[in-house]
């Protein structure tokens, strides 16, 4: 029997909201989102890029409505298909 020890569920993003890191490159689409973080998709270069407790800002991309979410994020998880990044700070939210 398996025991879910997350405090937070996880959301499936239907919405292709992409991941843009500070310099503004593409980091790759959000697959899953959760009150303490959220997962990205990405290519294998684009992960390798990235070390366990690396702090950075991201922006959260929504196409359709072309909102922008500037999130202070940590690095918790990092192999070829992805990286997994909690929250550590409040986001700003605006649109363009």
């Not at 405090?7 to 890191?21: G, K, T, V």
């Not at 689409?29 to 290519?43: D, K, N």
């Not at 999130?71 to 986001?91: H, K, M, N, P, Q």
């Amino acid at each position: 029997m398996s025991i879910n020890r997350r405090q937070f569920e996880r959301l499936q993003m239907s919405e292709d909201a992409l991941a843009l890191d500070e310099s503004g490159r593409e980091l790759g689409r959000v697959s899953q989102a959760g009150g303490g973080g959220m997962m990205i998709l990405t290519t294998p270069e684009c992960a390798d890029s990235f070390t366990i407790g690396q702090q950075f800002r991201v922006t959260i991309l929504e196409p359709g409505s072309q909102t922008r979410n500037e999130i202070d994020v940590v690095v918790r998880y990092a192999d070829a298909t992805g990286i997994g990044l909690e929250f550590v700070t409040g986001s700003k939210s605006f649109s363009t």
